[in-house]
């Protein structure tokens, strides 16, 4: 969400509101819409600590069980790769870069940003996924860029674009091939999920700002409108594409994964650069998610799947990727509907421990039982707290922080679950990149009064970069 300069009455999903606005939202945290008496101290303060202290407990164990490497493996105590099998992109240190900025733990980012310089080797002769290198490494080397002002970094995150940029320009379609030789250019993967095809312009769009060419910008939104282009006659896309046909590979409509991010990116292409095209294919298309996909079940609201061409109900699970969108409603101009989607995921976690990964929500039993440490629900806590101002999104987060705390915290940081219905939990062993970048960044955010943190004009990208708004 942008906060300055508003094209619409709320922000974006990942623009925070503005100090201006967030100080009535804090006051009345405290008072007529808090929970809090007026006599009892305020735990937010020593709960903001605490994300620091937890934060530098699990990048200590990184940095000693697994530096440079993509992951930790915090229960085996090693790390592993993420990108490349046997080749490291120092995917940690990239995602973890802004948090460290912004917790001022300065001789971290001062380490990492050495790594980056010295050891990082987008040289090599190996496929990446083209998404995940956008969203994370490009999207953390901006954001380090932003907070650093170190032009090496900069310089990197326009190597790696450049790299990348083959399977955008090599598809006939303008929609991106998968995967990507970094070292050759060489393509594979033509039939993509949206979210792949669609994630990008944030980034793209952003180094075409600062570095006066449009080629990365340009390719974003023509990677966009190739999905667009091809929505069906009631105004619904399918989950995957095939990049060298354009024939729809997955005709299901969801908001589920694959696509998620494809529609978070139309609105944050329309806020970040007031791009016109953007804003009105979002609203088509928006428009009819709302009018085909949206289900109220027992007063809460859910995002079935549907055939994208009959608009007839295929499914009815959800994902909790998908508790972002409650955020982006709410961005959008369908607040109401943002807080419903949201009180539906908070009834979830009145069920289980822990959210899972895909829920059966007319039964509401867990169809997948993991927990990868998701970020997406805390996500959506920070933009409807700001948004609106009331405390029940900063508790939300607050009780999802002493839930992970409880069930995913091990010797050397946290991990993800494999099982949230075993008793005991079945733990994993991993943390993932995006627990440095998304989940403690939200918290942080949530808790602290962050002085490097401008909340009044701001953008915060999918994966959680700060791509504007650091100071
Ligand atoms: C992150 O990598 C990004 O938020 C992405 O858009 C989807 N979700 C994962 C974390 O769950």
Redesign the pocket.
Known sequence: MTNHARPGGLTRRRMIGGLASITPAVAMAGTAAGTASAAAPDPYPALGADVVKEFRTAWDSYRRLAWGRDELRPVSGSGSDFFIPGGTLGLTIIEALDTLYLMELDSELNAGVEWVRNDLRLDQNAPVQVF?AI??LVGGLLSAYAATKDRMLLDRARELADRLLPAFHRSPTGAPYRYVNLSTGEVRGTEAPL?EIG?CIAEFGELSRITGDRKYFDAAKKALKAVYDRRSRIDLVGTTLNVETGAWAGRTATLD?PV??FY?YLWDGWTLFGDHDLKAWYDKLTAAVLKRLAERRAGRLWFRQADMTTGKATGHNQS??TA?YAGLLAQSGHLADGERYHDAWTAVLGKFRLPPEYLDYRTMKAVNPAY?????YA?SCLFLWLATGKDRYRARARDLYSRQKRHCKVANGYTVVDDVTASPMRLGDLT???WY??NMKYYYLLFAKASRFDYTDNYLS???NVLKGLR
């Open positions: 995940e969203i994370r979210a994630t994964p998620d991010s978070e909790e990727l972002f990868p440490l998701r970020p997406e996500d993932p990149g995006y970048s998304e999918t994966e959680g």
